[in-house]
Each structure stands twice: as C-alpha cells, then as structure tokens.
C-alpha cells in the first residue's frame, strides 16, 4: 500500500471520528457547526502532553478527549436551553472564537535545542510521537481504525441501552420526552459531552498522524463537513456518518475528473440527499428493514 492510499486511508478514519461527534447530537436533534472545536482542542492537548510533556500517546489522547469533553460539556450547558438555529449559531461562534484564541495561543518548551509547542498562527511543530517510537504510517493507520471500531462499536452498544433510546426519543419529540419525566437538559449535556469527547480523540489522532497542526485546520468547512456525512449516510445506526465519510473521502477523492469540483459535487450530494432522503441513507425505517432481513436470513440458515 502506497504513501497516497495510507494517507487517504488514515484521514477517512480520523474524520470520521467528527463525523460521529456530530451524528450523535444530530440524533438528539440538535444541529451543531462546532464541532471542530473540540477536534482542534483535543488535538493541540494531545500534541502537548506527548511532544512537550514526553507522555505517551494514549495518556495524550484520554487528555485530549477528556478536555474536549469538559469544554463541549460547559458549552451544551450554556447554549442547550435555546433550540433549533439558535444552538447551532451558539456552536458556530464558540468554534471561530476557539480558532481565532489558536492564533494567539503560545506556549513553547526548548527540547533538543529548538523551541516545540503552539505558536499562535506559526502552528504546532514537532509532534513526532510517532517517529520517536518507530511506528511506521500503515502501523499508525492501523491504530486510528482500532480506536474508530472501538467507538462505533460502543455507540452501538449504546444506541441499544435505555441511554440510546432516551436519545432518539428527545430527538424525535423533546416535549414528549419531557412529559414522560426525561430531564432533556441533562441528557443533552450528557449526549454534548459524550460527542466532545469522540471529537477530542479524532483530534488527537489527527495531530499525531500529521505531526503539524495550525489553526486554520479547524475552520468551519470541517464542522460542515462533519455534519454533512452524518446528514448522507443516514441517522439510523452508528455507522451511517462513516458511509458519508467514504462517499466524499473516499469515492469522490479518488475520481481524478472531479477533483476540481468535488465541492460542488458534493453540496449538491448534501442537497439531494435532503430532498429525497432526509434523514441519510441508512435512516431508521431502512435500518430496521435491513435488520429484519438479516435476522429472516440467519433463521432461514440455521433452520
């Protein structure tokens, strides 16, 4: 596997790691644009601990995440009171005033004779974690998709439990929700931090994989983008953000023709799929059928 595939490989997997994040706040039919901030949180405080504070790579990524989760915790609480449009503005905001604080942000340490950590709009050079542990490019990718099959494999688990479906009955009706005794501030919050969280952790790979983060990586284009493939692929299962991720990533990077209007192919892709298929590809009545079938195909096998 070449240079080329691994990179692309690698970067389907970290994003689709915001990709998650924001599905899961889609879910409590909420629509968040800041989601960003959280991945470039949890990116410079991983690059921190483990380029200036020599800690290894998963104590960086457990700070990374957890400092996600407490800002995307205390921003929900703030902003979840107010619905609809106005949360997403909220998020929207938070995001460009974390990016514009990067460019301010410095905080550098002198390590083997040169200086390392953020400086503002210069960037965050020097995260070589995995240069100095001798983990090769295919080794590393291999570690985002056991980190990513983790998380999916625990929404899933989660979207199975009484939380899951608290979740998806705030997102269908938060009114009714409430009228049954659900505290949908709380579970918000709750649901908020858990996104912050997965959000961190995809920043915090992203850093490493990269080995140089600036500012301007965690623009508003990849909140709309982390929203658009839970939008494509489908709100239905956990795994729908990740179709989206492979169809813009995936499939619409590898089509040379297009690589010149590959945004407009896929704004257009976003307004479709709205059209036609509002919620995703794999929403919950296709999910369901799919399901039914695979259980009729088993019984069917094991008869």
């Keep these: 596997m070449d240079a080329y595939h691994v990179t692309v490989l690698s970067n389907i997997g970290m994003i689709s790691l915001i990709a998650l994040s924001a599905y899961l706040l889609l879910v ?17 405080i991983s690059g921190i601990a483990t380029a200036m504070w020599g800690w290894p790579l998963w104590s960086g990524m457990l700070a990374g995440g957890l400092i996600g989760a407490s800002a995307a915790a205390f921003v929900g609480a703030l902003t979840l009171r107010i619905n609809g449009f106005y949360f997403s503005i909220a998020t ?7 990016r514009l604080l990067l460019y301010v942000f410095r ?5 083997g004779g040169e200086l ?16 100095e542990n001798d983990i090769s490019t295919v080794e590393f990718m291999w570690i985002i998709y056991g980190v990513l099959a983790s998380v999916v494999a625990g929404m899933m688990f989660m979207e199975r439990s009484r939380l899951g479906r608290i979740f998806r009955m705030i997102g269908q009706d938060d009114m009714l929700a409430r009228m049954q005794g659900v505290n949908v501030l709380l579970y918000k919050v709750l649901a908020a931090l858990i996104a912050g969280f997965i959000a961190g952790v995809g920043g915090s790979l992203y850093a490493h994989s990269f080995t140089y983060i600036e500012p301007q990586f965690f623009n508003v284009m990849l909140g709309v983008h982390g929203l658009a493939y839970g939008l494509i692929g489908g709100l239905g299962v956990a795994f729908g953000p990740l179709v989206g991720v492979a169809i813009d990533i995936g499939f619409l990077e590898a089509i040379r ?4 209007y590959r945004m407009i192919a896929f704004g257009g892709l976003v307004a479709v799929m709205l059209i036609f298929w509002p919620r995703g590809i794999f929403d919950e009545k296709r999910w369901y059928s799919i399901r039914r079938c695979l259980r009729r195909m088993c019984g069917a096998e094991t008869s």
Excluded: K, T
């Excluded at 390392?116 to 240069?131: A, L, Q, Y």
């Design 92 to 98: 929207l905001a938070f995001a460009e005033m974390m």
């Design 116 to 131: 390392v950590g953020p400086d503002g709009e210069n960037g965050f050079h020097g995260i070589r974690w995995i240069f």
């Design 28 to 44: 409590c039919g909420e629509i968040s644009f800041g989601q960003q901030a959280y991945f470039g949180i949890g990116a410079y």
């Design 257 to 260: 023709w297009i690589q010149g």
């Design 107 to 111: 905080y550098q340490v002198e390590i």
